[in-house]
């Protein structure tokens, strides 16, 4: 049964080295004949137990005994794992490229979140996008964010909490940075920058943070539905023109010339702070610089 | 015959790399071989026999010296001694070209190597010859009453081992050939496993024919012999044909040189010749008596170390007067590829695992799955051996 998972792990490692892809060879002969129920002839199964249990026996001669007399139960057990835990992986980074979390939209604990570390973000260089509080304030926090994404919906409170307490002291900047796994992301990025021409931008972003899938899933409609309710003039016609279209993208650029990786991303004086639980932490470090912690 | 010291000769095992008990497979090579060869690359590497120019004279030299020096280790005449690759080409070419017009009959028996059974097998498949085998006990030994009622007038040859590569112990070939002598049959020994091991004296033996490999014995790959007497490999017919077999060639019209040059088609392995030279020189140097009594005591203390481990079953004799310094064993409840490869990790302890190209001997010796083997030589140790307990006794408690 090992060379199921002889064959992943070796087809795996052939990619980086080719002294692997003779095993690789082995374990697919062994896997074809198994498939086909017949005995695997290549040796390779015998090789993983011989090698298996003496390494058992180095350290325990009783397990190896143990170990041997169930080898076939192990190996099974084993092999059910291994493909359980590889579909979890598969699943995991699916997760990871679609929403920015291995768990989906859920978010939670992500190991696969180590290998974008927001210690390598670079902070934005301009203070284009939406500004807000002190724009004379020795401290300024930028906010990457997508309209349609739980996780910037989510910061909404902490972000309302940090302009209200802090406003005087902090300039704030929101620039857009659309996902596009999110539908009509850039399209509520250009409505609301509409709505921000029209004096309404904060009515506007409230109004998309309380209802995403009614935006994600009502397109150009919703956004004009919600323009007329809260009586925005010209809505309409700014949103066809695309106005503010290429602003956005300029913001897009921005971002990923910042290696934003996932919204929310905050930057507090340089420093990083990304996805589910970055408004927190964003906040903390404001205080703390601040000296209101 | 001082083991340790030799040692020192081999640099695999000066590399303390393993504890090396698959000599019936190949041998270490010590660095007089390597040397010798290397010397032929860095000082001749011309063509024997052919060119007139002095690196072509200077090989033709060390080619033929090699040749004696290989044909004295066996008491045979250079003029009777064919370079061959190996045991297995020196028995196909006389399997092949023996003739088989006046009688058909081949006799050899269950215990061969495939090397020696499949050219006659594939004879027989052909309606060129008829097989039949000499009876043998489950032991490994010969059912000797049976061979002078099995060899008889209507057979050509008889084909046979000298000493086996599944158990270690040896035909009693004196009366084989005697028999067959008698009535008009000629003798081919398999002596892969024989030559190496024992002072074997071709002209007291007194076959027709001897092969062995130059890698069972110390030397190089690639290189092999055929000793036949000379009226013997007259008496055969053309193997491998080609530049320097001949002494003329007209459209239609070939002069062949006599043996052994007529089977010796093409540019030989010259490095591989004057290795096995170097390496007949070792041997004999050691003496080919104390390297048999040097067995004889490794060959004892291994059976009893393996009959010692709980579980452990020898196949063939158990004395070790009828072996050389190889047996083939089996633990209960652990396969032989598994106890192999186990003693490679454990210990690395260097064995043979599986039907040793000898698949119908393993049959008739009740291991049809194969067994594994430890096959001991000039530079293996009692010391060793004791390791190897060792280690089978943690591997035998698996299955038990």
Known sequence: MLCFIALGVFAFLSLFSAKYRPLAARAFSCVARKMTLRPCDTGLDEEIKAASIAGIMKFSPQAASFVNRRFAAFSFAFTLLFFASFLLAAQGIANFAIYGNCNGPEGGFCIYSGIQNPAFLKAPSTLQGISAGNESARLTVFEFGCYTC??????????????????????????????PTHPNSKWAAVAAACAWEAGKYWEYREAIFSNQSYYREGGDAAFKATAARLNITGFDGCFDAKKFLAQIETSISEGKECGIYGTPTFFVDGKAFVGKDAAAEAKAEVERLLGVA | MDADRLREDFPILKAGKAIYFDSACTTLKPRQVLEAERAYYEQASGCAGRSAHALAKKTSEMFESSREKAAAFVNAAPEELVWVKNTTEALNLVIRSFDYSQRKKILTTRLEHHSLLLPIMEQQRRGIVKMELLKTNPDGS?????????????????????????????????????IAHDNGAAVLIDGAQGVPHSGVDFRRLGADFLAFSGHKML??????????KSESLEKLDSFIVGGETVESVHIGKVQFMKAPKRFEGGIQNY???IGLAAACDYLSKIGMKNVEEHEKKLAKRMIEAVQSVPGAAIYGSPSSEKRSALVSFNLKGVKHHQVALMCDSLSKIALRSGVFCAQPAMESLGAPEGAVRASLYVYNTEKEISLFKETLEKIAKLGN
């Open chain 2, 142 to 178: 010969f059912d000797e009453q049976s061979i002078a009622a099995t060899i008889d007038r209507s057979t050509a040859l008889v084909a046979i081992h000298h000493t086996t590569n599944t158990t270690g112990m040896r035909a009693p070939l004196e009366k084989i050939i005697k």
């Open chain 1, 150 to 179: 739980p996780y910037t919906r989510d910061a909404e409170d902490t972000v309302k909490f940090m302009l209200e307490k802090y406003g005087d002291k902090v300039h704030f900047v929101f620039k857009p940075f659309p996902l």
């Open chain 2, 219 to 228: 030397g190089p790959t690639g290189i092999g012999c055929l000793v036949g």
């Open chain 2, 271 to 273: 490095a591989g010749a």
